[in-house]
């Protein structure tokens, strides 16, 4: 007889150290709900960029479950950010995409409230209505480096003071708030939302799979087990190892910012950052790995000091010196999640001038489409009833052992 | 921790009046079917009129949730309703849409039953099967001025009567039951079928949604809230009131009954109707408030009777001197309703000659799409876990707080 | 108030003997679910042929509900059947449909596996690392005449042995294991497979629904009731009654086995066969009964040895002289079905010179559309609640019966 639905809290229980989680997690709706609810809901999330609304009057909306918020720049230049749900009868304010309003103004009954969520007309309520109780209800948030954080919970986890300290000072040379985003695409990925941060933190996969990419990425970076490279890709191996450890040194002792920093364990807000080579002509994550953008971003003069790399556990992000890639996550349904990439130039940057779109954009765009079918791949294997948890190999996976450990951690944390 | 999922009648008690429901009762699959089984099969609901099958043979098969029923015209001229199952495997008889048959023949083994739902035709079954253990099952139907209700449970409720009684006086003169069905629409809107309900119950969002409807239609008939209104708004709205008032004391003194009746709380079959004045040209819900149709309905002699409007908990209607305009909502999942519209005029009135199509439906067509586009809005909305109730008008949403109100009754009446 | 859900065992007490199944055997996920756990995982269930990887590294996925494996023959000439899931984090190795290897290397990360399911290489994983404990794993899988046969559990039913028994010796002249696969196609049903079965278990709906099968197949095989019959066409059957058991009589002492041999209740294996008469020109299942190849099958030199009649409880098979048609069943969700039917000729005989492909399929292209047709009317149906279980004919639905009490009695095997 088929077995009754295993709980929660014994599924977190069996999860084996080193070994990829039960598949339950990959596929159940209710552990989905829950992971929105821990993930999505109580931790803090990076959804978008300050240069997603340079002007005031510009407003953006963001969907992350079933919640939708509004990301807007007001009348005082200031960021906003609110819920996309009008205090009467809970309609929409403004639909998905961006748009240039002066007031938030409900289509359905023209209650109207100022950029700063506050009510300011609501016809036929009746004189002794308190439009001050009915204001649009405001959403945590952050701006670090430009790059927006919020948090859907009334209990922002404090640990990510730790984040907005590492990235202020590394992003600052960057000045993303003031950049421009050049393109921005979304892919729907059919896989759970931890399968597509799983493939992210490895490049195990990488050498096979994204060729594009790897000109100017290296695998090496993310570990690799000495006895399975020949002699000659040791000896390689070894020669870029030592290579990564002098411009570190050197990076950092001219004032930037290398090293990692990271909590990925033992932690809240779940990041990792670190200043990685690029390979080849060593400038740009491009087809030949030269700068795409002639205007480099913010106060940046030199091309050459790498990628400063950053993770999170909804986002991945690239900063370069002329242009940044920035992926976000939103779990759709346990079995897809959609990836939100976008390319990030200088503000006064020209398509056609100072970049080619296509130079620009191509790498990521292969490597995102790779990733899907590879998420997808794993996710239809991992449903399988046949699935087992599998080994993580300790030289290349030891980052995806990290977040199952932190996953399983957060979860009875929040009481599973 | 997520909450477990909280019992209806826990959130039955939470609803607060004069507040809209909880979001549950438009999200939850089990309300969904709770409603289905409360709204859809123990309480009279309207699903369409005599003149769909004007002839022996017509026949025509309605979907209610996963019932299907036939609504036909036998060969004593006589409206059937039966249900569209064979009683030897299930087997659905007729397809979706509309037909003329002499027999029911089920298309699988042949089975035949008289549209009586007679079985009189089951070969292979041997010569001790008894037939008549295995006709169609019959339906509970009544025809109220043309107007076809069922109730699909074997107890329908007696209070329909205050129904007809009404209705059957206020119809007679439109003969619904011998007209014609011009033109008949099906949008499914992206929303809870009580959001359509609750849409349909105020025109408070009518002047700034409906431009097409507000020539013929007024909003103020509705409730308005006098400090909300402009002196001059406010002089006018004084204006129309003295004159609605004048207007249907004079119908009723030439014996057209004008004045609201209502069941709204309190009863189990909910309705509402009234004679509303048509404004602008003053004869029909047109683009230009003028007749549609130069062959009036039934035995009507002038277009000046206005609007008889009738509400059903799932249907809506305005009757005026050329034509009527049919409403009827099926609820499909809990996001996802259908709105079937219906324009009936004189059964010997021809397109092209007595009306122009387009004239005659685009004022409602354009409405409903209108609708549709609200409703959805609006569920969208309720279903964000930032929604929470909000504040009816006592003004122009006093309608919406009865709905809620009979609503919550009628489900605590079975049982919830 | 709404019930709660039936237990699956008290509807198992409810099924009336002589009745079709209650409506909740049709639609309920659990019960889906529980079908699929019992019927096709823990019984033997057809799922493809030997000549559908004729040669070695010709490999085949093929999917069972979330569960995929592969048929492939490996370098000995032998078939093998593993599951088409890594063992290191559980990516599927190949895509569906048909390809050629030389080793199964998983895309995500090269492992790399024999033919035979031994991983030969996994990178990365350290020296300790031990491949041995990480080999594909096996399905229990059973060639009967060329037909494999797979059983998803780990304790395959043992009475699959009369299966074979039988099956060997009638299927050895056709030789399908070393066929071709001539054409092949997919169907979903919009129906529950038990409808899908229970559809192909009778020819009471022949006559009125498959004009193209019924120029060769006779309907009166599988039953009538004599009083449903006019005196000529009783006099019809009666004569084709003789004619059977004439030919079977000849058939049988030619060596040419002909008789029913069956388990349908009391038995964990289902099956049925019979050689049949082919109507009309007598050769083969096309327009107009004349043989579609003149190569002839295997080691056949007859073309008027009828219809070898293969059933399963997922399958349907005729093997016919010039050639046989394949169909195996696969549940996708309680209310669709893929049908799929592969049409084998002789592996020399060429399209265009020994056989026409339209003459070959057509009967069972338009057979199974039809059939398609008529299971989702009666899918539709069931789910009414107005459905009650109706009552079988003894004469031309006795297979239906006996399908359901097996259904039941396995169910109830199974701890349900």
Not at 107 to 118: A, F, K, M, N
Not at 327 to 351: C, F, G, N, Q, Y
Not at 388 to 398: A, N, V
Request: with cysteine.
């Amino acid at each position: 007889m088929l077995q009754t639905r295993t709980e929660i809290s014994t599924l977190l229980d069996s999860r084996r150290a080193g070994y990829s989680l039960p598949a339950e997690f990959y596929a159940r709706q209710d552990i989905f709900e829950a992971d929105m609810d821990v993930f999505f809901r109580r931790h803090w999330i990076c959804v978008g960029l300050e240069c997603d609304v340079p002007e005031p009057g510009d407003a953006q909306v963001i969907d992350v479950g079933q919640t939708s918020v509004i990301l807007l720049r007001d009348d005082d230049n200031e960021i906003q950010v609110v819920h996309n749900v009008c205090r009467h009868r809970g309609s929409r304010l403004l639909d998905a995409g961006s748009t240039v309003i002066s007031k938030l103004v409900c289509p359905y009954h023209q209650w109207t409230y100022e950029l700063t969520g506050e009510l300011i007309h609501a016809p036929h309520m009746g004189s002794d209505f308190d439009r001050s109780c009915h204001n649009l209800k405001p959403v945590h948030f952050k701006s670090i480096g430009g790059l927006i954080y919020v948090c859907l919970s009334d209990n922002p986890p404090a640990d990510v003071q730790r984040l907005a300290d590492t990235m202020e000072e590394r992003l600052a040379p960057y000045d993303i708030g003031n950049a421009k985003v050049a393109y921005q695409s979304e892919v729907i990925e059919r896989g759970n939302w931890k399968l597509t941060i799983e493939n992210n933190r490895e490049c195990y996969h990488c050498s096979a799979n994204h060729p594009e990419l790897c000109v100017s990425f290296i695998d090496l970076d993310f570990g690799f087990d000495p006895a399975s490279l020949s002699e000659e890709d040791r000896a390689e191996a070894e020669e870029h190892q030592a290579l990564y450890e002098e411009r570190t040194r050197i990076w950092e002792e001219e004032g930037h910012k290398s090293a990692v920093v990271e909590g990925v364990v033992n932690c809240t807000t779940n990041f990792r950052t670190q200043r990685l080579i690029i390979a080849g002509a060593g400038e740009s994550q491009t087809p030949d790995a030269t700068a795409a953008s002639n205007k480099l971003l913010g106060s940046m003069t030199r091309k050459d000091l790498g990628d400063t790399h950053l993770w999170g556990h909804n986002c991945w992000h690239h900063f370069m010196g002329d242009h940044a890639v920035i992926s976000i996550i939103i779990p759709l349904s346990p079995d897809t999640t959609m990836v939100r990439t976008k390319w990030i130039v200088h503000k006064d940057a020209v398509e056609g001038v100072d970049y080619d779109i296509e130079k620009l954009t191509s790498v990521w765009v292969a490597t995102t489409e790779q990733d899907a079918e590879l998420v997808a791949r794993a996710h239809s294997g991992v449903l399988d009833p046949a699935y087992e948890p599998g080994p993580y190999s300790r030289f290349t996976e030891q980052q995806l052992d990290n977040f199952a450990t932190w996953y399983v951690d957060q979860m009875r944390e929040n009481g599973y």
